[in-house]
């Protein structure tokens, strides 16, 4: 983890560098602040892991003579089957092309996503997946 968080952190001042030398070469506003947001988006990524870096114990990345079995294993906890994603999906596509062709399919979207929204958070609230 700690490798991940310094790889960004290096990068992040890099696209710094990049979007300075490209605002005062360029005058190019547009392709100038793009850039100057991707540097604030990798500040965020790399000091989150390099953040959580230092609560994680160490993993078999950050050892130079670990093997590739040495992080086998469980990864975590996915849903094994849940239609909640499509429902997010499919209102997602649905307001982001509401977005181009009008604001009016906003009202068939919204509801695709808050029932999309309220089943993956309360997907283990009911049903089978119930605690008892």
Same mark, same amino acid.
């Given at each position: ?24 070469? @360029?005058?190019? &506003? ?10 604030? *988006?990798? $500040?965020? #990524? %790399?000091?989150? !892991? ?31 089957? @849940?239609?909640? &994603? ?10 982001? *092309?509401? $977005?181009? #062709? %009008?604001?009016? !399919? ?27």
């Amino acid at each position: 983890m700690k490798i991940q968080g310094k790889m960004f952190l290096w990068l992040s001042f890099f696209i710094l560098a990049m979007a300075v030398l490209y605002g005062l070469w @360029s005058k190019e &506003p547009v392709g100038t602040t793009a850039l100057f947001l991707s540097f604030g *988006l990798t $500040v965020m #990524i %790399g000091f989150y !892991l390099a953040f959580t870096a230092k609560r994680v114990d160490a993993m078999a990345q950050d050892n130079k003579e670990a093997d590739v079995a040495d992080e086998a294993g469980e990864v975590g906890f996915f849903s094994p089957h @849940s239609w909640q &994603p499509l429902s997010l999906a499919i209102g997602g596509g649905l307001a982001f *092309l509401g $977005v181009a #062709i %009008g604001w009016w !399919l906003l009202y068939f979207s919204l509801p695709l996503i808050l029932i999309g929204v309220f089943g993956w958070v309360f997907e283990y609230y009911r049903g089978e997946n119930q605690n008892q």
